[in-house]
């Protein structure tokens, strides 16, 4: 699992970088994506309270950064600072789901060793069940070939 999450971070970092915005953590383009998807105004305990972060500083340095970039604008509406995506943001996040359907729902080469390419959703869910069913007796035939052309035992 820690494994698929890390990938997954990078699969965001990069397709935001082909995207035209560079320089950002996992958490900024959540941030942005959010605040985007609900197009309205949000704030900074809002977006805590979303992504379960205790610490409001890694939100706040997040929205900080946004702001720098001119992807999202901040406001105050009484003590709570509000958060609101700009028009250069938007255009920054359909380009990151651009980029990410022209690569097949994945930015770069994935890193495995068989003889297909992880590149349609029955695979990734085959994985997916995989993962979840862990060590079962009902799962041990998953970790041969799955009709997808490799062992999961493959992957790096």
Request: charged share 25%.
């Amino acid at each position: 699992m820690t494994v698929a999450t890390n990938a997954f971070q990078r699969w965001m970092v990069r397709c935001m970088a082909a995207a035209g915005v560079s320089g950002l953590q996992p958490t900024d383009v959540q941030i942005l994506h959010t605040v985007n998807h609900r197009d309205r105004e949000m704030t900074l305990a809002d977006l805590c309270m979303m992504f379960n972060i205790e610490d409001t500083h890694v939100v706040s340095y997040a929205l900080k950064k946004l702001e720098g970039l001119g992807l999202i604008e901040t406001g105050r509406r009484g003590k709570e600072k509000t958060v609101r995506v700009t028009e250069s943001g938007a255009a920054a996040c359909d380009r990151y789901r651009k980029s990410g359907r022209i690569a097949g729902f994945r930015c770069g080469r994935p890193q495995v060793r068989g003889k297909r390419d992880i590149g349609n959703r029955r695979d990734i869910a085959g994985i997916v069940r995989a993962v979840r069913s862990g060590g079962s007796r009902r799962s041990e035939h998953v970790t041969r070939p799955y009709g997808f052309g490799f062992n999961l035992t493959q992957i790096v």
